[in-house]
């Protein structure tokens, strides 16, 4: 029981604010099914994720293990790249991510896998990026790497 009648909560934390920065949202079509297509991110990643997006460069293996999407070096350090928030097999992948920034500081990047005639629709949306303090920055370098990444992968997967 409190000992004053007129105690109070603490105030409440104010919240971060955030710039108006862009999403990032880069897609592509690849001639799988929904599952396939999910499974070629998610499992085979280490096969094509290109090695200059890395935080080890030549030689690293990236891998979602745990809960989490980490990256090994040949002489076996880890580096963090995202934590999963949601996983829904041959649908969604939603996942916290750090860009090597304090792991307090997470951006968003959510992988939509949708059947399309042709095969599979795979979308990226990055956001978030206004939680950064170099948020603009970011985004301007992240934009070129995504549209890299998502032609690496829809090459992987057999688009043409």
């Known amino acids: 029981m409190s000992s004053s009648?007129?105690?109070?909560?603490?105030?409440?934390?104010?919240?971060q604010a955030t710039a108006a920065v862009a999403d990032i949202v880069e897609s592509c079509v690849v001639?799988?099914?929904?599952?396939?297509?999910?499974?070629?991110?998610h499992e085979y990643?280490?096969?094509?994720?290109p090695e200059e997006f890395s935080t080890f460069g030549e030689g690293m293996h990236p891998e979602f293990e745990g809960g989490s999407l980490t990256e090994t070096s040949l002489d076996e350090e880890t580096a963090l790249w995202a934590t999963v928030q949601e996983i829904r097999p041959g649908e969604l992948l939603a996942l916290d991510w750090f860009l090597g920034h304090s792991p307090t500081t997470a951006t968003s990047v959510e992988l939509k896998f949708e059947p399309q005639q042709e095969g599979t629709l795979v979308t990226v949306l990055h956001s978030g990026l206004g939680r950064l303090p170099d948020g603009e920055e970011v985004r301007e370098r992240l934009a070129g790497q995504w549209r890299n990444v998502v032609q690496r992968y829809a090459r992987f997967m057999g688009a043409r």
């Open 45 to 49: 990643l280490h096969l094509w994720w």
């Open 5 to 15: 009648l007129f105690s109070h909560a603490p105030d409440p934390e104010p919240e």
């Open 31 to 41: 001639p799988r099914e929904t599952e396939e297509a999910f499974s070629g991110f």
